[in-house]
C-alpha cells in the first residue's frame, strides 16, 4: 500500500527543526541493517505523513524529525482508554566515513521511512580474484 | 506514538523497564521500552462518542492483507502479522528494535455496536476502526411529561 505521492523524498542539509519543549519527544523504533553495499536504516513512524517528514545531514549527523500525529474523532467522542498520543518523532544518528552522504534516500510507506545509505566508493566490498 | 510500553509477565527486567520509563516520564521524555511485543501491541485508542465508538491501533509497516479484525459480540479481535522488510538471510543487522511477528489484541467495547456498519481504514501505519452504536445503545432524550 504505497503512499499515493511517490515523489521521492529530500534529505537536506539544513539543521533539522528541534522538537519544542511543550512537544512530546518520542523515539521511533529502528531497524539498522547492512545489505550489500548499502546500509538500509527502517523507522517506524506511524501517524507521520511523507511531506512532514524532515531527514537532514549535517556534520555527519542524521537526524530523523516528524510530527506524530494522532487525528482524534472530535469533542463529541471522549477518551475511553488512551494509549497513544501524538507528539514528535526525534531521533539522531553519527555516520560514519563509510556512508555517502550524498546520495542517501528516503521513502515512506505505511508509516515506515526507509533510508538508503549507501557505502562510499572505498568502503565498498571488493573482491579479490587469486592469480593462479 | 505509543505512550507506553508494558512489560510482559515474564520478563525479569520488567521492575527496571518500569523504573525506567517512571525516569523518562519525570525527565519528560517519552517513555520507551524496547519490547514491542511485550504487553499491548498494537498500543489503542478507544473514543466513546453519542453515536460510536472510534479505535485507533498503530500499526507501522503492517500491511492491509496482513490484518484480520473481527467482532464476536462486544469484543474486537485485532489480530495480524508484522513482517520485517529485509531478507533476514542476506543481510546483517545492525540495530533492531521494531520487532516481527504474530500479533493479537482484544478489546472490550463499551457499548453494543452495529456489527454490519463497522468501518475500518489504515493510513500512514494507523488503523482507524469506526464501530456505529447500535440503536439499542444510544442515548435517548427523555422528556417528562
Redesign the interface.
Known amino acids: 500500500m504505497a503512499d499515493k505521492d511517490d515523489k521521492a523524498m529530500q534529505v537536506s542539509a539544513t539543521p533539522a527543526r528541534q522538537p519544542a519543549e511543550t512537544e512530546r519527544t518520542f523515539t521511533p523504533l529502528v531497524d539498522a541493517y547492512e545489505h550489500g553495499d548499502t546500509v538500509v536504516l527502517e523507522a517506524e513512524l506511524p501517524g507521520a505523513v511523507e511531506k512532514d517528514v524532515d531527514i537532514t545531514v549535517e556534520k555527519g549527523v542524521l537526524t530523523i524529525s516528524a510530527p506524530a500525529q494522532v487525528a482524534e474523532p472530535g469533542e463529541a467522542n471522549g477518551g475511553t482508554f488512551r494509549g497513544l498520543a501524538g507528539g514528535r518523532y526525534y531521533r539522531r544518528f553519527a555516520l560514519s566515513d563509510e556512508i555517502d552522504r550524498e546520495n542517501i534516500s528516503a521513502s515512506m510507506d505505511s508509516g515506515v521511512l526507509t533510508l538508503k545509505l549507501p557505502k562510499a566508493a572505498q568502503a565498498r566490498t571488493r573482491k579479490i580474484e587469486v592469480k593462479s | ?4 510500553r508494558w512489560p510482559s509477565a515474564f520478563d525479569p527486567f520488567a521492575s527496571l523497564r518500569y523504573m525506567e520509563r517512571e525516569m523518562d516520564r519525570l525527565l ?3 517513555g ?1 521500552g524496547r519490547d ?1 511485543f511485550a504487553g ?1 501491541y498494537p ?12 479505535v ?1 491501533a ?7 492483507d496482513d490484518l484480520d479484525i473481527s467482532i464476536t459480540g462486544d469484543t474486537l479481535e485485532i489480530k495480524g502479522k508484522k513482517e ?3 531478507d533476514e538471510d ?10 516481527s511477528g504474530q500479533f493479537s489484541r482484544t ?1 472490550v467495547l ?1 457499548e453494543t455496536v452495529d456489527a454490519d456498519r463497522i468501518e475500518a481504514r ?1 493510513e ?3 488503523l ?1 476502526i ?1 464501530l456505529p452504536k447500535a440503536e439499542a445503545a444510544k442515548p435517548k432524550q427523555i422528556t417528562v411529561g
Open positions: 506514538m505509543a505512550l507506553f519528560g521524555r517519552g520507551f514491542v499491548g498500543p489503542v485508542n478507544v473514543f466513546t462518542g453519542p453515536d460510536d465508538i472510534v485507533q498503530e500499526l507501522a509497516g503492517v500491511s492491509r520485517s522488510g529485509a542476506k543481510v546483517t543487522y545492525r540495530m533492531r528494535e521494531r520487532g478489546i463499551p489504515l500512514a501505519g494507523v482507524t469506526r
